[in-house]
């Protein structure tokens, strides 16, 4: 179900996590999803599996968000899995017709799904444990450098954050037109995948006209509001880095470490 969905929330705590910069974990998620496709072996990968697991649970969020937030992509996962494993080079193990199970396909498939859930766990991490004003924030500060180009930081930014802030509506709102239709005689549960697909047609039209409607009425509140950029705009609360934040580079610095000791000292499987 759609409610089930808890990609792009924003859960309130207090746990070493949610108390980080969000600049400082910007960083870090970018950091991640360079060195996760750096591992080509199950050690180095194991590395990052490991670091990924550490900090869900430094985060205090229950397992159950993480385990909803992989649905949104577990169709992906399964399609991509598939066409590494069958797809791999070298001897046979099991073949038919155009079809051949291969070692190197086993290792890929492994290490393609492994990272996947990896970097969406991350994400939802990111996404889980920091507000979008702060997301939107730290994003900005660390674009400013390009307004010496004359780049709309700030627009992209708050385009960012007007973004992540209606994941969570518009699936909310996906999830009661179902249910309205439901409600009318719709069957939306039996059939083959393009049934299904066919059944949400009549999902799709309101659902446009609702988003086209938020946004008019957002545009309009910013408007009479005065809204003009970020020139002259001042914050309610700064961004300082703070020793958690020096302890958590370090510890993005060991991973990456771990990650290139692995890839030198141990053979590669892919």
Not at 29 to 51: E, P, Q, R, W
Not at 188 to 198: A, I, K
Not at 231 to 239: E, H, I, V
Request: aromatic share 12%; with cysteine.
């Amino acid at each position: 179900m759609v409610r089930d969905v808890a990609f792009g929330q924003y859960f309130p705590g207090n746990s070493l996590i949610h108390r980080l910069d969000p600049r400082g974990k910007i960083i870090m998620f970018i950091a991640f999803v360079a060195i996760i496709f750096c591992t080509f072996n199950y050690f180095s990968l194991g590395v990052a599996a490991a670091f990924t697991a550490l900090f869900l649970i430094l985060s205090g969020i229950s397992a159950k968000f993480y385990i909803k937030s992989l649905k949104v992509i577990i169709f992906i996962v399964l399609i991509t899995s598939l066409f590494n494993l069958f797809y791999g080079t070298g001897d046979a193990i099991w073949e038919w017709w155009i079809i051949k199970l291969t070692w190197n396909g086993i290792h890929r498939a492994v290490f393609v799904t492994t990272r996947i859930i990896c970097l969406i766990l991350a994400s939802s991490c990111l996404t889980f444990t920091t507000s979008p004003t702060e997301l939107t924030d730290a994003v900005e500060r660390l674009m400013k450098p390009l307004k010496a180009v004359h780049f709309p930081v700030h627009e992209i930014s708050m385009m960012m954050s007007l973004a992540l802030r209606f994941v969570p509506t518009l699936l909310e709102e996906t999830d009661k037109l179902m249910q309205a239709q439901k409600a009318r005689g719709a069957d939306m549960e039996s059939g083959n995948l393009f049934r299904r697909v066919r059944a949400l047609v009549p999902i799709l039209v309101p659902l446009f006209v609702s988003a086209f409607r938020r946004a008019y009425d957002i545009a309009t509140a910013m408007e009479c509001r005065c809204y003009r950029g970020g020139a002259g705009r001042t914050r309610m609360k700064s961004l300082r880095l703070s020793a958690r934040d020096i302890i958590s580079f370090v510890m993005t610095a060991a991973l990456i470490s771990g990650v290139i000791l692995c890839n030198i000292f141990v053979t590669s499987v892919i």
